[in-house]
């Protein structure tokens, strides 16, 4: 299937490469280039600083290559250090791709991230997609994922000497320039099922009314698949189908995490290995909770459980019918008081008042799912995310931690989504990252950009 293509800026698609010295950047500009028509090379009037040939193959057309000087820290060493950076930086404005090139043998450190930084301020708000190209990754034994973090829109390992890796690359500039999609039937349709058919789990303590709230969201829809306990591949699994609003979805009945008769730290236990099998193939769990009788450690215990697996949490106050009878104000009271004290650490998750028994809230219920999956699957643009870093993130104090090292941070990346994923770069190993700074990049990511019910992966990355 022919995906969207990126129109040049000029007669021809041109590509930049950048990087720091001798991380074989020449060597890939002449894998690159080395066809039997290189029809333009090198320029007059353009100097030593910068490499330019237009050349024209059978996969990739005709395409502009430009290799500028290394820039970065060692590179401006060099005598003509400051006008390589400066002739690098024109360069960039007129690329449609910029190929970022390290030395992928070696982890990522100051110089890259400083190159990764200035690549945001030259490349300011031109949306210039920025490629990752490890080189000189031989072997499976060099592991370029320290670069991979970066977050930037590809990442490639090759070996340009060896000629290891650069056919995918050529493939996905063929991809971006021609709509030559590469991919295989199988490919595109098990990523189309992913988004068309989430599951959702639905979980909570012993009789808070699980499987009749389940049968009231399911209303008429059409009840594909019912696994009867023991008798199917997963006894704990029901799963239904459901078309509700447009949206295939999955709902897994966890209504076998239930073992009648064992103690409640049994049923927390029992719950918890099979929901970290279950989690594994799912999206969403929606936690139904007992409005009637309030929140117990149980009920914040199994939504704690879901985000650790990395689910995006709808908190359910079912039973909400008897919480509206005149006599209510005691549970009430209850409910307000177990609530605020077991469910603070969710604050942010979707609560949606619910009857299993009346539909009450069923509407709300779909509405809160789809708001989390989408914003589960949300990628920040990564100016957008580069600016909350500069503004609101890298200003605010870190505490100064028990060595007495001030705390600098770089960069901050999203490196994945569903759930989402972010990498801060500092000078401080992981460990030395104060809880209530992780806390603060959290709820300010949480602040901007949403993530409603959505747990938040947060890695720290020492690069000094
Ligand atoms: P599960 O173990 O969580 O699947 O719970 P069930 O769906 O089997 O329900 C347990 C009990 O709670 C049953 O007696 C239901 O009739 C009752 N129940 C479920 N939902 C509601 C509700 O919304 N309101 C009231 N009043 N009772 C409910």
Redesign the pocket.
């Known amino acids: 299937m022919a995906s969207k293509t990126l129109t040049p800026k000029s007669e021809f698609p041109t590509i930049v490469l950048v990087g720091p010295t001798n991380v074989g950047k020449s060597a890939m500009f002449n894998r690159l280039t080395r066809t039997r028509t290189a029809i333009v090379c090198d320029r007059p009037g353009v100097t030593v600083d910068r490499h330019e040939c237009v050349a024209e193959s059978p996969d990739l057309g005709k395409m502009k290559f430009i290799d500028t000087g290394g820039v970065g820290a060692e590179a401006l060493s060099h005598p003509l250090g400051k006008e390589i950076e400066r002739a690098a930086a024109v360069a960039l404005k007129t690329a449609d791709i910029v190929l970022f090139v390290v030395d992928g043998t070696r982890e990522i450190g100051n110089q890259e991230l400083e190159i990764a930084q200035w690549l945001r301020r030259n490349l300011g708000k031109l949306e210039t997609p920025v490629w990752l190209v490890a080189n000189k990754v031989d072997s499976k034994k060099h592991d370029a994922q320290s670069y991979f973090a970066l977050g930037l829109d590809k990442n490639f390992s090759v070996s340009a000497e060896h000629d290891i890796g650069v056919m995918e690359l050529r493939d996905s500039l063929a991809e971006i320039f021609l709509g030559n999609s590469t991919k295989t039937q199988d490919e595109e349709t098990s990523e189309t099922e992913k988004v068309k058919a989430p599951r959702i789990l639905v979980l ?10 389940l049968n009231q969201i399911l209303g008429e829809e059409r009840h594909v698949v019912s696994s009867v306990p023991g008798t199917t591949r997963d006894p704990i699994e029901s799963s239904f189908l459901s078309h509700a609003k447009g949206i295939d979805w999955k709902l897994v ?1 966890t ?1 076998g995490l ?1 073992q009648p008769g064992r103690l409640e730290r049994d049923v927390e236990w029992v719950a918890r290995e099979k929901l970290k099998e279950e989690a594994r193939f799912a999206d969403v769990a929606l936690v ?1 909770l007992d409005s ?1 009788a309030g929140i117990t450690d149980l009920d914040a215990s199994i939504a704690g459980m879901a985000l650790d697996f990395g689910l995006s949490v709808v908190l359910v106050f ?5 919480m509206t009878q005149s006599d209510a104000s005691d549970k009430w009271m209850h409910l307000q008081r177990t609530q605020d004290l077991k469910l603070e650490f969710v604050k942010w998750c979707p609560r949606v008042k ?5 539909g009450k809230g069923v509407k709300d219920i779909v509405k809160s799912l789809q708001k989390v999956l989408s914003d589960r699957a949300h990628r920040v643009q990564t100016s957008k995310l580069n600016e909350i870093f500069e503004k609101k993130i890298r200003i605010h104090s870190h505490p100064i931690g028990s060595r007495g090292r001030p705390a600098k941070f770089y960069y901050l990346s999203q490196v994945s989504s569903s759930p989402p994923e972010f990498v801060l770069f500092s000078n401080l190993p992981s460990r030395d990252v104060h809880f209530s700074y992780r806390r603060f990049i959290s709820n300010t990511l949480r602040k901007e950009f949403g993530f409603s019910g959505c747990p938040i992966k947060l890695h720290f990355k020492n690069a000094s």
Do not use: E, I, Q
């Not at 079912?318 to 008897?322: A, E, F, Q, S």
């Not at 619910?354 to 009346?358: E, K, P, Q, R, V």
């Open positions: 909570g303590r012993p009789n808070v009314g699980k499987s009749t709230l009945d209504a239930r139904v009637n079912n039973k909400w019918d008897l619910a009857s299993g028994l009346t």
